[in-house]
């Protein structure tokens, strides 16, 4: 079941917001002690699963020990999230050593729903898990060498292979980062590495500077492929990230056509600016019926939040507002 065939989590737009997206009036959806041995649930990812939602979040517990959990719900709002961390059996292989899991994705391609996220391997990489229940989960080799980040995978194959946007990076809180798109033909052998997009200028966007990574799965529009990312700029105060939006051809999408010179959202609330981390937005899923948007995403590194636009202004103002 696709969101087009249920009703997304959505509010109107409030009277006094001028903005192409804006946020749920009951944020945030997830708090930070929604699991009892959490520090924090942020950054996570939510598909439509038979008559609702499931999702995998992440959750950081009282010693900080990352992890991914199973959660379900009826709107996509209201969440019951296991308490304990999914554990996966062998997928493509019986390697399945995991120091840390964090940041997960989730698409469904085909028959079933594939998770990806940061695995902790000597350093961290993309993990990559199937499940067709969010109940036992299968784990893949790593898509790729130590060290990379916010692996995100297309909804469908593109000229017959799985196709995954990822941000090499380093083994620190990575001062750096650009976007990459990788291709594989049995989702176990990754190749055919390709630059999509690189950070942008100080002068022309500085809000993109320092790094960037993708957020959600791409979006098929009639353009190509809407993705939302985050980009980020090194203050005084430090890190602060921020999301965009860009537009990618539908056949080769390496190749971006449109991509947001100003951002859409930036931390701006008291979640977004008070937490473990302070001053981020980080997009992790986005929900579409084909007119409405729903994006999920990390407030603070300790919340989950959810804002909400119309796909046909997302689009015109990423086409409209472009670098």
């Known amino acids: 079941m696709s969101a087009k065939d249920i009703s997304i989590p959505w509010e109107e737009r409030p009277e006094e917001c001028k903005d192409v997206m804006w946020r749920y009036s009951s944020n945030p959806i997830v708090g930070r002690y929604d699991i009892p041995s959490s520090n924090s649930i942020f950054n996570s990812a939510v598909v439509p699963f038979g008559d609702g939602y499931a999702g995998v979040f992440r959750s950081d517990n009282k010693a900080v020990q990352m992890n991914i959990y199973a959660g379900f719900s009826k709107d996509g709002i209201n969440w019951d999230i296991n308490h304990t961390p999914i554990e996966m059996k062998p997928g493509n292989t019986d390697m399945i050593d995991s120091d840390y899991k964090y940041d997960p994705r989730v698409v469904f391609i085909e028959d079933r729903y594939w998770v990806t996220w940061c695995n902790g391997y000597h350093g961290p990489t993309i993990g990559i898990a199937y499940t067709f229940d969010f109940v036992d989960f299968y784990q893949c080799e790593n898509a790729f060498l130590p060290f990379n980040r916010n692996g995100v995978l297309f909804p469908e194959k593109i000229d017959g292979r799985y196709a995954m946007l990822s941000r090499p990076s380093d083994n620190g809180h990575t001062p750096f980062g650009d976007i990459y798109i990788s291709y594989s033909p049995d989702m176990k052998y990754w190749g055919e590495h390709r630059c999509v997009m690189k950070v942008a200028d100080f002068e022309d966007s500085a809000w ?44 080769n999408p390496s190749k971006v056509l449109y991509r947001t010179q100003p951002y859409l959202l930036a931390p701006n609330e008291t979640y977004e600016l008070t937490g473990d981390v302070p001053n981020v937005i980080f997009p992790c899923a986005a929900l579409c019926d084909g007119e409405k948007v729903a994006v999920y995403y990390g407030a603070a590194d300790t919340v989950i939040g959810l804002a909400f636009g119309y796909l046909d202004e997302i689009v015109a103002f990423t086409k409209n507002n472009s670098l």
């Open 208 to 251: 993109q500077c320092t790094k960037i990574g993708a957020g959600s799965a791409p979006i098929r529009i009639n353009e190509g492929w809407l993705i939302f990312y985050h980009g980020v700029i090194n203050t005084c105060r430090g890190f602060r990230y921020s999301m965009g939006a860009a537009i990618l051809d539908s056949e």
